[in-house]
T-cell receptor, first 115, second 114 residues
Framework: GESVGLHLPTLSVQEGDNSIINCAYS??????FIWYKQESGKGPQFIID?????DKRQGQRVTVLLNKTVKHLSLQIAATQPGDSAVYFC??????????????FGKGTKLSVKP | ETGVTQSPTHLIKTRGQQVTLRCSSQ?????VSWYQQALGQGPQFIFQ???????GRGNFPPRFSGLQFPNYSSELNVNALELDDSALYLC?????????????FGQGTRLTVV
């Protein structure tokens, strides 16, 4: 079935290094791709999204890249900090008429930042 | 803080019982969605409510039902609880506006079925 999945379940980086979290998707009809961060005991927190007609979008310390040719999405975090330690999910958004659509999440990548 | 609050935070129920989970979202968020998150997995879409009507449903049986109220609150009801229903239940609301994609999640309700 259609799904959004991640390449690696865990990622460990040194504080100050850049982190890259990858995601593969299968549904070419998605309108948006979105990255969420989930810290222990909390709900997912929106990080950044990218529309399906874009290749790159930058936020504060984060960049999302979308490669539609190979159906690949990545999240780059610059100068990773201990507070970035969390599970990161990619999700694609599929719309319903006038509503905001629902999110299809992958399994997640756990990012651990070593001091 | 997302402005989305869920209650209770933790709940233990017995197999076969019924449960109601509650969510309060921000003013102006006209869409509320519910997700089930099993341990170590990503959230799975249960259903969505838009203007107080169900507007989309995931692969969940009819014993999962919901309501959305005019005051931006919402309920998730689960009947005939099964052990596999044990999970974190997340409520997410989305603000009005074209192209708005960010869903604001609550902290979730941890349901344990024994």
């Amino acid at each position: 079935g259609e799904s959004v999945g991640l390449h690696l379940p865990t990622l460990s980086v040194q504080e100050g290094d850049n982190s890259i979290i990858n995601c593969a998707y299968s549904n070419s009809a998605s309108d948006y791709f979105i990255w969420y961060k989930q810290e222990s005991g909390k709900g997912p927190q929106f990080i950044i999204d990218i529309r399906s007609n874009m290749d790159k979008r930058q936020g504060q310390r984060v960049t999302v890249l979308l490669n539609k040719t190979v159906k690949h999405l990545s999240l780059q975090i610059a100068a990773t900090q201990p507070g970035d330690s969390a599970v990161y999910f990619c999700a694609d958004k599929r719309g319903y008429g006038g509503s905001q659509g629902n999110l299809i999440f992958g399994k997640g990548t756990k990012l651990s930042v070593k001091p | 803080e997302t402005g989305v609050t869920q209650s209770p935070t933790h709940l233990i129920k017995t197999r076969g019982q019924q449960v109601t989970l509650r969510c309060s979202s921000q003013s102006g968020h006209n869409t509320v969605s519910w997700y089930q998150q099993a341990l170590g997995q990503g959230p799975q879409f249960i259903f969505q409510y838009y203007r107080e009507e169900e507007n989309g449903r995931g692969n969940f049986p009819p014993r999962f039902s919901g309501l959305q109220f005019p005051n931006y609150s919402s309920e998730l009801n689960v009947n005939a609880l099964e052990l596999d229903d044990s999970a974190l239940y997340l409520c997410a609301s989305t603000p009005l506006g074209p192209g708005r994609t960010e869903a604001f999640f609550g902290q979730g309700t941890r349901l344990t079925v024994v």
